[in-house]
């Protein structure tokens, strides 16, 4: 059996030893006193605070537990635990689609990074968010979702969800607070959602006053924060739920397909309810294997968003003394530049993305051939949170979803390029090279 070194009340699930005989009410998924304490802190030191969990045989790194099903000491523990008498909060596992302890400890990481009661580890982004919009929601349910967001969960809300189970959902620009409140209708809106930094136009989201907004008509506040770990804490913030893809800066090594909900004790159990649970019945399950790597990842991300953080800034500063259009948070350009430095954890900058607007296709598929081909600055690459610097023409490629009246009300124009910025090399280095083919344009 894997032992573990508590630094202070775990969050999540309580790691008791396993006894069929245990009679505890179980009642442990989270311990609310760390968990509000921890909300407080420091991510990194959120982090640090939760137990550590060793291996089988005193490794300094736990074991992976790769079963797919767990057997039983005594004939009536299964019906026990299928009637949840028993449970993975007092050691009881029954099936890895259920619950898997590598992976409750990722959740465990999760629910600290984010300063959550709970967490729960999912095999994409994407189905991060279905899963989450599937249990808030109910047919004939409503949401109210900003106009800017990632191609994938613009055509989820905007076609999946009314096509398939009558959600509807209503656009709106994030930052006109009026046509927030008057989208939302009292009774039957059940869910509003954004990102807490816009994908690809890089908006910042009022995430408490969106969430006060929200929480006065009864509607639960949902925020991506995948652009943004360490840097904001949407939950600190007002927001009820957090997803995440954890296949961007969490995992950091573009290698890895994950997702994460981070929300209420109350959310958690309901979305693994064998009944009636999202996550459950949809069975968007993490494997073991993934849950152990992304685990080891966690520890460092703090050091790693820093270094991201400060060349992105380096960056979009020299870009603007080129002439060039250049959107970045940390900019005092920005529009919503006050409020997120009024909203950022300490010490971690402004994150690790910046957009380029080139104004034309043309143009932008120019600079980023140059950029690759000529002088070796980064890549031509979707997603983001590499170790290397990728770039896409957003238009044509993570929005593309979007039709061309969607990408204008979003404001993503044909020759806008979101570059996430990356720290191999040296910053002078990776600069010279971007000067480079700067003037050869």
């Not at 709970?118 to 095999?123: K, V």
């Not at 950029?371 to 070796?376: F, G, K, R, V």
């Not at 600055?377 to 009246?405: H, I, K, N, Q, R």
Request: glycine share 8%.
């Amino acid at each position: 059996m894997a032992h573990f070194l508590e630094t202070q009340e775990p969050l999540v699930f309580s790691g008791k030893k396993r006894n069929d005989r245990d009679d505890d009410d179980g009642d442990a998924l989270v311990s609310k006193k760390s968990a509000l304490a921890v909300c407080d802190a420091d991510p990194a030191a959120a982090i640090a605070n939760i137990r550590h969990e060793f291996g089988e045989h005193g490794g300094v790194n736990m074991s992976i537990e790769a079963s797919a099903t767990f057997t039983v000491m005594e004939p009536d523990t299964m019906r026990r635990m299928f009637t949840g008498e028993l449970g993975p909060d007092n050691d009881f596992y029954v099936y890895s689609r259920h619950f898997n302890p590598t992976v409750l400890n990722l959740s465990r990481q999760m629910a600290a990074l984010e300063g959550t009661q709970a967490a729960y580890c999912t095999s994409s982004g994407m189905s991060a968010i279905s899963s989450v919009m599937l249990q808030l929601c109910s047919s004939g349910g409503h949401v109210v979702a900003a106009s800017t967001l990632y191609g994938g969960t613009h055509a989820l809300l905007s076609h999946f969800l009314p096509r398939t189970c009558n959600i509807t959902t209503s656009f709106v620009d994030i930052t006109d607070h009026g046509a927030v409140a008057n989208a939302i209708v009292e009774g039957r809106t059940q869910v509003l959602y954004f990102e807490s930094v816009a994908n690809p136009t890089l908006t910042v989201a009022d995430i408490p006053e969106l969430s006060r907004m929200a929480h006065e008509k009864g509607v639960t506040v949902v925020v991506d924060n995948t652009f943004a770990p360490m840097v904001l804490s949407p939950a600190k913030l007002g927001a009820d739920v957090v997803v995440h893809s954890i296949s961007k800066f969490i995992s950091g090594g573009a290698d890895i397909i994950a997702g994460a909900v981070c929300g209420s004790e109350k959310l958690v159990k309901e979305m693994m309810d064998l009944r009636g649970g999202s996550l459950m019945l949809l069975g968007p399950t993490m494997n073991a294997k993934v849950a152990f790597e992304l685990s080891e990842r966690i520890p460092h991300l703090g050091l790693r968003m820093r270094e991201h953080s400060h060349r992105a800034q380096v960056y979009a500063e020299r870009m603007r003394d080129l002439g060039m259009k250049v959107i970045y948070p940390g900019l005092e350009t920005h529009p919503q530049h006050k409020l997120f430095k009024g909203m950022v954890n300490r010490d971690y900058g402004y994150g690790g993305l910046l957009s380029i607007d080139m104004e034309t296709e043309e143009k932008a598929n120019k600079l980023m051939a140059y950029l690759q081909n000529a002088t070796q600055f980064g890549f031509m690459a979707v997603s983001l949170g590499y170790y290397e610097t990728l770039m896409s023409c957003s238009g044509s490629s993570t929005s593309s979803e979007l039709d061309p009246s969607q990408k204008e009300a979003a404001g993503i124009s044909p020759g806008l390029v979101r570059m996430s910025v990356g720290y191999v090399g040296t910053l002078e280095q990776k600069w010279t090279q971007f000067e480079k083919a700067f003037l050869r344009m």
